[in-house]
């Protein structure tokens, strides 16, 4: 796994955490790629702790796909964080 600062951030605390083994999205994960993605899940919780945002909470976000708004081909979580995050979808 991989983790850094988003280049764009949307948070006060925004941050990506990725696999190394390169996987388009969440879609394409299969049963070969349970204790990946569970490993990808605990780092991140780690990740979140190291930037001092747990404790008050933060948002996970994976987009999966054009309608999804993924902008990148490869699997990644962001950590959104730092300040209260505001609805999950703009109504």
């Given at each position: 796994?991989?983790?850094?600062?988003?280049?764009?951030?949307?948070?006060?605390?925004?941050?990506?955490?990725?696999?190394?083994r390169h996987i388009v999205c969440m879609d394409d994960l299969g049963e070969a790629d349970?204790?990946?993605?569970?490993?990808?899940?605990?780092?991140?919780?780690?990740?979140?702790?190291?930037?001092?945002?747990?404790?008050?909470?933060?948002?996970?976000?994976?987009?999966?796909?054009?309608?999804?708004?993924?902008?990148?081909?490869?699997?990644?979580?962001?950590?959104?964080?730092?300040?209260?995050?505001?609805?999950?979808?703009?109504?």
């Amino acid at each position: 796994m991989l983790a850094f600062h988003d280049i764009h951030p949307q948070a006060p605390v925004h941050a990506l955490v990725i696999p190394k083994r390169h996987i388009v999205c969440m879609d394409d994960l299969g049963e070969a790629d349970r204790e990946m993605a569970g490993y990808l899940m605990e780092r991140t919780a780690h990740v979140a702790r190291l930037l001092n945002v747990a404790q008050n909470g933060y948002r996970t976000l994976l987009n999966t796909r054009a309608h999804g708004g993924q902008e990148v081909d490869h699997l990644h979580v962001h950590i959104l964080g730092g300040t209260r995050i505001g609805p999950m979808v703009c109504r």
